[in-house]
Structure formats: structure tokens, C-alpha cells
């Protein structure tokens, strides 16, 4: 474990935190600073920075938590809806670099912004350029 990650030390328990849920592979507790009440981080137990560094059996823990926590969060807090997302590297934001998905609930009224706002310059991309890019993507996989 890298010494000085937060979130390390927050597993360990050397760091306090509102935990939500725990089991073998993931961690999820309230975020310290919240978007919304319930604003939870969901977190693998091991450390990796970033959401391709996951082997895929912490990536099917981590989503499976997400996934059964989302509702239950919602829930909790009477939300409506909920936003889910990664800053995923250091140029979308991630601040802490151990990888966590927020789950942020969300309510008719809170006066937020859907995932879309999240960009900065919008690109103007021809028909030819989006065929070449999910050619590009299908082709690495
Ligand atoms: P990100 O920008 O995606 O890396 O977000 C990191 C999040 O971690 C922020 O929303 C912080 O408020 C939250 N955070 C940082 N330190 C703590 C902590 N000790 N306990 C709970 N949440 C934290
Ligand atoms: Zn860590």
C-alpha cells in the first residue's frame, strides 16, 4: 500500500471515515466533502489509480458494489436519481489517486448539471471522423 494515499489509510482504518459498506474487495464510505447528502466513494481495498489499472475480477467486485449500493443510497437519502462517475486520470479531475467511483444522489430540485457539463471545448467532429474513431476503438479490443 502506498503510505501516503488517503484512501489506503482509510481502509486500514488509520484514517476515520463514514463507512457504508465493506467486504472482502471494496470499501465505500461518505465523502468528507459532499456534492449531496449520501455522496459515497466506492473503492477497491488494493490500490489502483485508475479504472484501466483494475485486474477484472476487482473491476466486477467494485461495479457489482456500485451497482447494489446505488439504490440503497438513493434510498437513504429520498433522492431521485443519482449521478455515478469516475474522474478517471488526472486531466478529468481525479484528485486522489486511488481509484473511486462517487455516487452522487440527485433531486428534482437541486439546481445540478447532468454528466454532459463536465466538458470543457466541445470537439465538431465530421461523420468520417466519428467512423474512424469507433473503427479505432473496435479494433484494439
Ligand atoms: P476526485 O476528484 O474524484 O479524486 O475526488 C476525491 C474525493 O475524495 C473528493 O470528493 C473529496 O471530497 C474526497 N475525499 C478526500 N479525502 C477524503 C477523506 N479523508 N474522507 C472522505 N472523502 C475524502
Ligand atoms: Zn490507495
Redesign the pocket.
Known sequence: MPENC?FCQ?VAGD?P?KTVYEDDSVFA?????PLAPGHT?VIPKHHYETLADLPEDAATDLFSALHRLTPVVEDAVAADASNVAF?NGEAS????PHV?G?IIPRFDDDGGNPIHAIAGRTPDLSDEELDEIAADIRDAR
Open positions: 488517503i482509510i484514517i471515515s464510505f461518505l465523502d468528507v466533502n466513494l474522474n479531475g481525479q484528485e486522489v473511486h462517487h
